[in-house]
């Protein structure tokens, strides 16, 4: 079983910065992708940024150059910087965790996706 807990939510004026943290625990497990989500009051979970098991990031347009995805190296904690932020990005942060039971060439066999609780990022004007 594998488990995720998010910190590091609060308010914050627009323009300024939060740093949000994920710890991931459990017994042994492979790490395919790790990823930051978002819902907002009547919207839809949406995704914000992800890290892949190469390191490859990815990021939704409308956080890009402000928003930056980490992890340290032992890649059981997962960051998400957000600078200059605004109101629209007021929200519930998930983090969230998808496994493997192994890996066959490079393919993620048997995926299983895990999620926190989230934690709240309030931006004011």
């Known amino acids: 079983q594998v488990h995720v807990v998010e910190s590091g939510g609060g308010s914050v004026q627009a323009g300024g910065s939060l740093k949000i943290s994920c710890v991931v625990s459990g017994s042994m497990f492979i790490t395919n992708e790790m990823g930051w989500y978002r819902q907002a009051p009547g919207k839809e979970r949406e995704l914000v940024s992800s890290?892949?098991?190469?390191?490859?990031?990815a990021y939704a347009d409308s956080v890009k150059e402000r928003f930056t995805i980490s992890q340290d190296n032992g890649k059981n904690t997962l960051y998400l910087q957000m600078n200059s932020l605004k109101t629209e990005d007021t929200a519930v942060y998930y983090c969230?965790?998808?496994?493997?039971?192994?890996?066959?060439?490079?393919?993620?066999?048997?995926?299983?996706?895990?999620w926190g609780q989230g934690t709240q990022v309030t931006v004011s004007s």
């Open positions: 890290i892949s098991r190469t390191g490859a990031t």
């Open positions: 969230s965790i998808t496994t493997c039971a192994y890996i066959v060439s490079r393919a993620c066999i048997k995926p299983t996706t895990y």
